[in-house]
């Protein structure tokens, strides 16, 4: 068991993670009297130092800048093998500028019906165009969120449930900026409903949803992320209920059937065991005081919240579970590779790739009561 010394308390990490609430004044009294918490991933000292950052009424943890390689191996909050994500060009979606990541999302986050739109200007004949920053699409950003906070990757033991989803995304994303604002005001990752904060947890989406209010002719819209419990279609369009909230949200005809059609796969995982569906909404308020969903992205996970891309995936990853090795599932959004591995173990040297035909078969094992499928001629595995 990994723990973190909080002040003079040892205490288990993955239990601070999940439950940070349940921490909140060994984590205060550490922020103001040593300024940060120590990781116990390994025994060297001294041990990798992690941020404690005030969210609200509680207090969560965070990697230390530049220190994430220096946690053992099983450590959730090891990243050893992550990308450099930000530290891209100026025209990257996602980059670091004055220390702070600054991403920029192909979204509008603010509508003003008095903005007119603006005229087509072309460049004269031999005039080079200035080059444009890129944008990201909400999927992107989804996996991009995922795994700056290393929840594509499994580190051979514990568990993972929402509330550490929550709270390390929450660490990771609070200080970042998003198409220029301040990401605290226009994101909110929905947290695991817990009775014994209902107050704060109620008051934090309500502040939230108070700042989508529409003032004279703007209305500004906000990203959320959450897990789907139930989505369907209303004389109107659709609906979609998260599961940390009882709260509803409708989109039009044409946007819903559009969901359903690009997110086939994650969709799939909603009301399933051993399956979960984590979306992103960009959503405003309507007249009628309706939140309306304006542009939405899915991603199916296994049951510990790790980014799936098919049935098989999940499978795989689920096997890899339980046989306690240490692993990462690669993202699309990072780089242009034509192929990208299925999951690549982390436990062995050098890393080992595990390829569509190994995910494919252990699927197909399971259906078929345990029996090796026969390998098509055109299928192959990436090795």
């Known amino acids: 068991m990994i723990t973190v010394r909080i002040g003079g308390n040892e205490l288990p990490l993955e239990d ?26 390994v025994t060297a000292r001294p041990r990798p130092k992690l941020v404690i950052r005030r969210h609200r009424d509680i207090f969560l943890l965070a990697r230390w800048p530049d220190q994430a390689q220096l946690h053992g191996d099983g450590c959730p909050l090891q990243r050893r093998n992550a990308s450099k994500g930000g530290a891209g060009s ?35 004949d031999g005039e080079a165009k200035k080059p444009q920053r890129c944008t990201a699409g909400l999927l992107a950003f989804l996996e991009y969120a995922w795994e700056l906070a290393g929840l594509n990757q ?26 220029g604002q301040s990401a605290g005001k226009i994101l909110h990752v929905m947290e695991r409903w817990d009775s014994a904060r209902k107050s704060e947890i109620l008051a934090e989406l309500d502040a939230w949803i108070g700042r989508l209010t529409p003032s004279g002719e703007t209305s500004p819209r906000g990203l959320l992320v959450g897990e789907i419990d139930s989505h369907k279609p209303t004389q109107f369009g659709g609906k979609i209920v998260l599961r940390q909230s009882l709260q509803r949200f409708f989109m039009g005809a044409a946007l819903y059937q559009r ?29 009628s005081n309706y939140l309306t969903i304006v542009d939405a992205a899915a991603m199916l996970t296994n049951a510990q919240f790790l980014p799936c891309d098919s049935g098989h995936e999940v499978a795989m990853a689920d096997h890899l579970v339980a046989q306690r090795r240490a692993f990462r599932k690669p993202l699309r959004h990072i780089g242009n590779a034509p192929v990208h591995p299925d999951f690549v173990l982390t436990d062995t040297s050098p890393e080992a790739v595990i390829g569509p035909w190994d995910g494919w078969q252990l699927g197909v094992r399971r259906q078929n009561g345990g029996k090796a499928p026969t390998l098509p001629r055109r299928q192959r595995a990436i090795r």
């Open 90 to 124: 100026d025209l990257d979606a996602f980059r670091v500028g004055d220390g702070r990541l600054d991403i920029k999302l192909d979204a509008t986050l603010s509508v003003s019906s008095r903005t007119p739109a603006k005229p087509v200007k072309s460049s004269p």
């Open 154 to 179: 499994w580190p051979g033991a514990g568990g993972r449930g929402w509330s550490a989803c929550w709270s390390q995304l929450t660490a990771e994303l609070a200080d970042c900026r998003i198409n």
């Open 16 to 41: 601070v993670l999940e439950n940070p609430g349940r921490h909140s004044r060994q984590l205060e009294r550490a922020k103001t009297t040593q300024g940060f918490a120590e990781c116990g991933c």
């Open 259 to 287: 969901l359903l059609l690009s997110h086939t796969t994650a969709l799939a995982g909603v009301g399933q065991q051993d399956q979960r569906c984590v979306a992103i909404l960009l959503v405003e308020r309507s007249r």
